[in-house]
């Protein structure tokens, strides 16, 4: 009897130790930490997301800029993306997608808001899907955008279609994760922040990325009181555009107590870790690793 269990044992320590069952442990385990890389490509969007094994874009700066994003990609060892979610139609966000897929980096889904002042015919993510072969998804309010069982992107807005600016059609996202949340906000201006307000459904999170490039007619107090983030990230370029980012802005993340980080300030981008619910945020220069 005692051989039967002492060989049970041993069994079991062995299944333990084999590359199989460590593989299955660590895919059951969430991520220690989520990391986000909100990149340098001027005054423009496009941030990166590492997610349980998982790569996702947010938004890919301008045309001009897309050599920037994709040597960032290479720094950073990606060799296929889970997913690009663009939030709106403007060149800034949008204009580095068609060079990204011409390059041949594999995406396994893109994603746009159903809401625009674009027909579906003119659409740029829609006919850039069709033109390279990549699944497409349209979303609205609501939906979700899932990574893993413990970690998504919930589509907050835009709740209504906004016929003439396009940044009030803005994809307003939760990352959601077990370390902690993150609000990204595309061009969201005033407008759009009120009706999600009135709706209910914009809350507290640990990191903002900073509508419409910290421009004064985005992130009002009502807003900003409501998300209290710890750190916020403005990703825009002060000799493009000086005014941006407006210094009230700045006085009004200061007012809430966030950090504030811009990428003008990094010349590969702001890397911000979220573990446990605390984030943390440093500029990055040179390689991105």
Request: hydrophobic share 40%.
């Amino acid at each position: 009897m005692i051989q039967k269990i002492g060989a049970c044992i041993f069994a079991f320590l062995l299944l333990a130790a084999s590359p199989t069952a460590r593989a299955e442990t660590v895919k059951q385990n969430p991520q220690t930490e989520v990391k986000a890389f909100f990149l340098n490509v001027g005054k423009a969007d496009a941030a990166l997301f590492s997610l349980n094994g998982k790569w996702f874009l947010v938004d890919t700066g301008t045309k001009d800029s897309a050599d920037t994003m994709m040597s960032v990609l290479e720094d950073y060892g990606v060799t296929q993306l889970d997913g690009i979610l663009i939030t709106h139609t403007d060149k800034d966000h949008v204009g580095g997608l068609k060079p990204l897929l011409k390059s041949g980096m594999p995406v396994a889904m893109l994603y746009a808001p159903t809401y625009s002042v674009d027909s579906v015919e003119d659409h740029p993510v829609w006919t850039a899907a069709e033109k390279y072969g990549v699944p497409f998804r349209w979303l609205n309010a609501g939906d979700t955008v899932t990574v893993d069982d413990s970690v998504s992107f919930i589509v907050l807005g835009p709740i209504s279609r906004d016929a003439e600016n396009e940044n009030n059609n803005s994809l307003v996202l939760r990352l959601k994760t077990p370390q902690g949340d993150m609000l990204l906000t595309g061009d969201m201006e005033l407008p759009e922040e009120t009706e999600l307000l009135a709706a209910g459904v914009i809350q507290s999170a640990a990191v903002l990325k900073v509508g419409h490039h910290g421009a004064g007619d985005a992130s009002g107090e009502p807003f900003l009181y409501t998300v209290k983030p710890q750190i916020a990230v403005i990703s825009t370029d002060p000799e493009e555009d000086d005014r941006t980012p407006d210094p009230k802005v700045i006085r009004r993340l200061w007012n809430i107590g966030a950090e504030v980080f811009s990428t003008y300030q990094a010349s590969c981008c702001v890397e911000v870790t979220l573990r446990d619910g605390n984030a943390v945020g440093r500029l990055v220069n040179g390689s991105a690793r």
